[in-house]
């Protein structure tokens, strides 16, 4: 098999796009998880008992989720003056 690899189509204005805005928000926070870290270490006691046990799991989960969702919906404006269906 011959593979070339190349820019996505329309790359210039990938940046609008939801996945990759949601991929880019997500990985932000990723870039941050030492001081959330910190910032859950810092919590009182009680505030933390309010969340549900394994937070951190489902939080990843429902990421993940989140990322499927968007990747395969298309949100279209709907009679925009852009020419786009």
Not at 50 to 73: K, T
Request: charged letters at 15%; proline letters at 5%; aromatic letters at 8%.
């Amino acid at each position: 098999m011959n593979w070339k690899i190349g820019l996505a189509d329309n790359w210039r204005r990938l940046h609008t796009k939801g996945t990759v805005v949601l991929s880019g928000g997500l990985a932000l926070v990723t870039a941050f998880g030492p001081a959330i870290i910190d910032a859950w270490n810092s919590m009182p006691p009680d505030l933390k008992a309010l969340l549900p046990q394994g937070i951190q799991r489902y939080a990843a989960l429902g990421a993940f989720l989140l990322i499927l969702v968007v990747r395969y919906l298309a949100v279209r404006r709907k009679g925009g003056g852009d020419g786009a269906a």
